[in-house]
């Protein structure tokens, strides 16, 4: 348990073997959905939803996700993840705060991925974003390449 700003926070992976990952799997999938609604340009939020459900039921461990859990029992941030088997990464595919949590906290999920990465012998850790680059360098990140992307169908000009 961390704390901060007078309440406790905790991080749980929401994972199958525990009963507080099942209880914050329905917190995760609407936030998954939310997050897609915040940023339009993510188009997969469905079929990430479909894979963690499927992850977590089966228990594959092919989407993993983490999530900093206030004293109401509320997710108060997340972290979602996907091993990409050929490339051997794990890709980070949502990783959201709500409010301010205990910067140990945050240091802490991400550690959480790293860890599993390690277990899954993989060779890195990725992840887009629309924050400045300097913010993940703190967490050992660093500018590796620029994604632009084009919608199938756009014209140009």
């Excluded at 469905?46 to 993993?64: D, Y």
């Excluded at 991400?110 to 680059?133: K, N, P, S, Y």
Aim: with cysteine; hydrophobic share 45%.
């Amino acid at each position: 348990s961390l704390m901060g700003d007078n309440e406790t926070v905790t991080l749980h992976e929401i994972g199958p073997s525990t009963d507080i990952g099942w209880a914050l799997m329905p917190q995760l999938l609407r936030r998954i959905v939310r997050f897609g609604e915040r940023y339009p340009t993510e188009q997969y939020v469905n079929e990430l939803c479909q894979a963690m459900l499927a992850s977590f039921l089966s228990n594959a461990g092919t989407v993993r996700a983490w999530g900093a859990v206030d004293s109401d029992g509320l997710l108060a941030a997340h972290v979602v993840a996907a091993l990409d088997v050929p490339r051997r990464i794990i890709f980070i595919y949502q990783l959201e705060i709500d409010r301010p949590i205990p910067f140990s906290v945050k240091k802490a999920a991400l550690a959480a991925v790293e860890g599993w990465a390690t277990a899954c012998q993989a060779r890195a850790i990725e992840a887009l974003t629309w924050h400045d680059a300097r913010i993940w360098r703190r967490y050992g990140f660093s500018l590796h390449r620029v994604v632009v992307r084009r919608p199938l169908g756009a014209t140009n000009g």
